[in-house]
């Protein structure tokens, strides 16, 4: 998934859901090209959200970066598999990679979803 790749093209998709999906688009290209702070792209099912999610992490990666990119629901089941005795990886040493990752991109991450402490982990993050 590239930038593209990435259709601007919505059948039915309002005027203002079009501004939308151009600000969101343009607001990600620019991360891409100079990630720093935050991007939190936010709307319905099936608006591309995780295309440029995904596209900002190729981009990253093809400028030479080692971004990181996770479901939540991935990335809490690597974590908790980090905590078990024969875990290839301490999950210290994983939270820590995530914690300084030069681009962290966590797809699907609802707010309040989740069990307690899935929720916490991922405001340790």
């Known amino acids: 998934m590239t930038f593209r790749s990435f259709s601007l093209q919505r059948p039915n ?9 151009d600000k969101a688009f343009n607001a ?7 990630p720093r702070g935050w991007l939190s792209l936010i709307g319905a099912h099936g608006t591309g959200k995780t295309h440029l999610a995904a596209a900002i992490t190729n981009q990253c990666q093809a400028k030479g970066g080692v971004p ?25 040493e994983l939270a820590e990679r ?3 990752a030069q681009v962290l991109i966590i797809d699907d991450l609802v707010p309040g ?3 307690p402490w899935g929720r916490e982990k991922l405001y340790q993050l």
Do not use: I, K, Q
Request: charged residues 30%.
């Open 98 to 100: 995530v914690r300084t």
């Open 68 to 92: 990181l990119f996770f479901t939540a629901a991935d990335l809490l089941d690597l974590l908790r598999s980090a905590l078990g005795e024969d875990a290839p990886v301490r999950y210290d």
């Open 113 to 115: 979803d989740g069990n």
């Open 13 to 21: 998709a309002s005027e203002d859901g079009r501004a939308t999906l």
């Open 28 to 34: 990600a290209l620019s991360f891409a090209e100079e």
